[in-house]
């Protein structure tokens, strides 16, 4: 399918053209992040583009010295910016309008320059509209990193008003999408109070208990707080049978991997049950290695290094772990799901502890030795119900808001994609 069918039909006064017809395409250069300072020179990077700015660059998130400034490509106000290279088909050829003046930009930046007379924040909106980011989808190439190139986004193609009709159309577009942009912006805003709302309730819960009624006493340690009176609490090592972890097997040796026991990584805990994972290891690797262990359904997971620290899961089937991975098993003092609250309500005073200026890192000792409360066993199975019970409510009011956002996003993006390629009566919304 060519740009123009992506484009469709458009009013007889419109043309279709691709972008070499009217402007010049040229790669930005220089890049480092050493180079980047908290006030100077404004830049704007390729990663700015798919993830920080939304159509229109106004403000600068990074900065150069004036003597770095000269190793950047320096931008003029309405040049269109795309990202050459990003790690999905959606990053690459993302853009944004520039609207700052004496900027630059970085490599892996591809600048589109109009040579004709043109609205700068029309092109804001018809470069990233659907009938475009379709055409700079099928032009990406790479597998791991894919990238775009000048002579592939010379070809995309674009349906071209006339300049008044242009500025007619930004306008439009400049209010509806701010009515739109702030209608998710409060619905986020909701999701963040319910994500908010639902850490309190576990904490409260698991601090606290269920009865309000009940006499108190200072736990002596501060993220717990005042506890119920007739509670204990005791490190994680008293309340189960085996806390351990688990290892890589040599990534040269094949026929320790591909096997029928599931081995997990820190990538896969996400708050979660564990039914699956990404790769497996082989009986022979269990075998071979003393440090690589299954663990039963039902063991309660922890992330113990670099970015993901901190994540939680429970095994859902019977398995192996990587080394960056705290296992506690066989509970016994605890119920599993009471710890899982629990760590999740503790996790920040875990994290605190982590060693590490790079990537933080945590080892089994300090998870083995790190203390809650332990009620009476059957009243942390009560405090799991209703936990479970309000976080249904939560999840449904959380589902609900999400699915508003994204269809709220998806009228945004049908219509700036109507607007730019004709399809509304312009007297209409002018």
């Known amino acids: 399918m060519s740009g123009a069918d992506l484009i469709g039909e458009v009013p007889p006064h419109w043309s279709v053209k691709p972008l070499r017809l009217i402007g010049r395409l040229l790669k930005g250069t220089g890049g480092s992040k050493e180079d980047v300072v908290e006030i100077g020179v404004p830049c704007v990077r390729y990663g700015d583009l798919y993830t920080t700015h939304n159509n229109f660059i106004e403000q600068a998130r990074t900065y150069l010295t004036e003597d770095r400034a000269q190793d950047y490509t320096p931008i003029e106000y309405g040049d269109v910016l795309f990202a050459a290279s990003g790690e999905t088909i ?52 790479g597998t791991t990193v894919k990238h775009i190139y000048p002579d592939e986004l010379r070809e995309v193609v674009i ?39 639902r850490r309190a309730l576990i904490t409260r819960a698991v601090t606290r208990g269920l009865d309000p009624r009940a006499p108190l006493r200072d736990a002596g340690i501060p993220w717990l707080g005042e506890i119920p009176a007739h509670w204990k609490v005791l490190p ?64 309660l997971l922890f992330a113990m290094y670099g970015a993901t620290i901190g994540r939680i899961a429970v095994l859902g089937v019977e398995a192996t772990v990587n080394q960056a991975v705290c296992v506690l098993a ?54 799991v119900e209703y936990i479970v019970a309000e976080s249904v409510k939560s999840d449904a009011l959380r589902s609900a808001t999400e699915r508003t956002i994204g269809l709220l996003k998806e009228r945004r993006a049908a219509l700036i994609a109507a607007a730019v390629t004709g399809q509304m009566d312009i007297g209409a919304i002018a």
């Not at 690459?92 to 700068?120: E, M, W, Y």
């Not at 999408?177 to 999701?191: P, Q, Y």
């Open 90 to 141: 959606e990053e690459i050829g993302k853009s944004a309008v520039n609207l700052l003046h004496d900027a630059r930009c970085g490599g892996d930046v591809v600048i589109f320059r109009p040579t004709k007379p043109s609205i700068a924040r029309f092109f804001g909106y018809a470069m990233d509209a659907a009938p475009v980011a379709a055409q700079k989808s099928l032009a990406g190439r």
């Open 159 to 197: 349906a071209v008003p006339p300049v008044g009709e242009q500025q007619v159309i930004a306008d439009y577009l400049d209010r509806e999408t701010a009515r739109l942009d702030a209608l998710v912006a409060a619905k986020e805003r909701v999701l963040g109070l319910l994500a908010e709302k």
């Open 236 to 299: 994680l090592k008293y309340g189960f049978s085996r806390i351990g972890s688990g290892t890589t097997p040599p990534t040269g040796s094949a026929n320790y991997y591909d096997g029928d026991v599931p081995w997990v990584t820190t990538s896969e805990l996400r708050e979660n049950v564990v039914t699956s994972t990404n790769e497996s290891v082989t009986q022979e690797a269990l075998s071979a290695l003393s440090s690589l262990r299954t663990y039963p359904t039902g063991s």
């Open 330 to 383: 066989d509970a016994t003092s605890f119920e599993t799901w009471f710890t899982f609250f629990s760590l999740q309500a503790s996790r920040e005073h875990l994290i605190v502890q982590a060693s590490g200026a790079g990537q933080p890192n945590l080892n089994a000792e300090i998870v083995r030795n790190h203390r809650i409360a332990c009620p009476p066993l059957q009243t942390q199975e009560t405090i």
